[in-house]
């Protein structure tokens, strides 16, 4: 599968963005997809995961409550929406889908996007 992230931008802090990402291939739906995102000098960090199904969201506690991850597996299609957005939330945001295993928890992916830039500022 090949992942194209996009809809970063620069926001001021509590603003809202909704980050998008397109797959290709013909098995979307099987994937567990997820957003991680790195800032400077940082690791790259789990930010969200979506069941195949889209039914059962999973998120670190840094973004629980502010930010939404949904799918739409007609369209490919997988999104972030990051709401109340902090200074400390500015980084790269990657998506990620993997084909192997079912527990959201599990930060391992084997396919990645190219990140799209969230600059916060205060």
């Known amino acids: 599968v090949q992942l194209q992230a996009s809809g970063g931008g620069t926001v001021q802090a509590g603003g809202s963005l909704r980050l998008s990402c397109a797959a290709s291939?013909?098995?979307?739906?099987?994937?567990?997809m997820g957003w991680f995102r790195q800032a400077p000098g940082k690791e790259r960090e789990f930010v969200a995961a979506?069941?195949?199904?889209?039914?059962?969201?999973y998120y670190a506690d840094s973004v629980k409550g502010r930010f939404t991850i949904f799918r739409d597996n007609a369209r490919k299609m997988v999104y972030l929406q990051v709401s109340s957005l902090k200074p400390e939330d500015t980084a790269v945001y990657y998506c990620?889908?993997?084909?192997?295993?079912?527990?959201?928890?599990?930060?391992?992916?084997?396919?990645w996007g190219q990140g799209t830039q969230v600059t916060v500022s205060s």
């Open positions: 990620g889908a993997r084909d192997w295993g079912r527990i959201l928890t599990i930060t391992q992916y084997n396919y």
């Open positions: 291939g013909r098995t979307f739906s099987s994937y567990i």
């Open positions: 979506i069941s195949t199904s889209g039914a059962v969201p």
